[in-house]
């Protein structure tokens, strides 16, 4: 009994160690505010696994006319947690240049919350799902 107790305890904590984190790659977002849709972005297909940031857009619906629509271009990393390798999130800068309005800087913690700050103002919160 001790023996079979012991086996199974260490193929499961063996196992533990195997665990990995459920893929967004390749998959697109909307979030929203308590108005509506207010962002929008495609998590790039990380292919190379030792390669953790790529280039994307970032859509951004403005906050009076919903309708208007400006994309941004970005670098978006995917990080694990230190304490937990079976999750993963995803942090997103946008790219400077001089004809940059604004930059911005997001935290997205999948599948549904992601906190964005836009030009070094108050973290905003958002909720979001995939298409």
Known sequence: MIKSLFTFSLIFFLSLN???AKK???NS???ADEIGP???FTIPDFKDEKKSEEDFILKEYDTIKRERVISKRGIIKKKTSPIDYSYIFYQGVS???KNSTYDFNFEFFPPSHLIFEISNNQFI???CWTE
């Open 38 to 40: 207010k962002l929008e």
């Open 18 to 20: 195997y665990v990995k």
């Open 24 to 26: 967004y790659d390749g």
């Open 29 to 31: 977002f909307i979030c």
């Open 125 to 127: 919160d958002f909720v």
């Open 95 to 97: 790219i400077k240049n």
